[in-house]
């Protein structure tokens, strides 16, 4: 920003040559950037071109807001927002109520599962007791084998006894 001051000024009109007046120029001529924010060149009613303030112009006026209609999924969401609340709460509420038995039914889950791994390990512990109870070897054969080899790749001989 500048802070010098500009002299707006104007020589006097000679009535008797105006051609010649108006191709004259008054003093230092200003180039258009040198002109200060504000100021604008002006012709005035009479012909005479000069600096002038110039008053700023009005701001256009705020356009006038036009109302728009709702669209339907906004009228739709609106009108099902109580709707799934109220679901939600509702869900809440049933849910505190069985809170109780959900409780019960978990214990009683852990209890079947204990019963289940029990009887995978009773089992056959009853079988193995129920089968000695009858008496130790009944009804089994006893097979063994006796295999030798002599050297690294020597020709194996071998015997099978059954009791």
């Given amino acids: 920003m500048h802070d010098t001051a500009y002299e707006i000024t104007t020589t006097a009109r000679r009535s008797d040559d105006t051609t010649t007046y108006l191709m004259e120029t ?3 001529v200003m180039l258009p950037s040198e002109i200060p924010p504000g100021v604008q060149m002006v012709t005035l009613p009479g012909g ?3 600096l002038a303030y110039t008053q700023p112009t ?6 006038v807001p036009v109302s728009q209609p709702i669209p339907a999924w906004a009228k739709t969401t609106a009108l099902l927002t109580p709707t799934i609340g109220g679901g939600i709460a509702a869900a809440g509420i049933g849910l505190s109520y069985a809170a109780p038995g959900l409780i019960a039914m978990s214990q009683a889950l ?8 029990a009887t995978a390990i009773g089992v056959p512990v009853l079988l193995r007791l129920g089968r000695a109870a009858t008496g130790t070897g009944r009804g089994t054969t006893h097979i063994t084998q006796n295999i ?3 050297g690294m790749f020597g020709k194996a001989n071998g015997t099978i006894n059954s009791r």
């Fill in 48 to 50: 005479i071109r000069t």
């Fill in 26 to 28: 008054a003093g230092p």
């Fill in 58 to 63: 009005a701001p256009a006026a705020p356009p």
């Fill in 148 to 150: 030798t080899a002599s």
């Fill in 110 to 117: 852990w209890s079947a599962v204990a019963l289940i791994a």
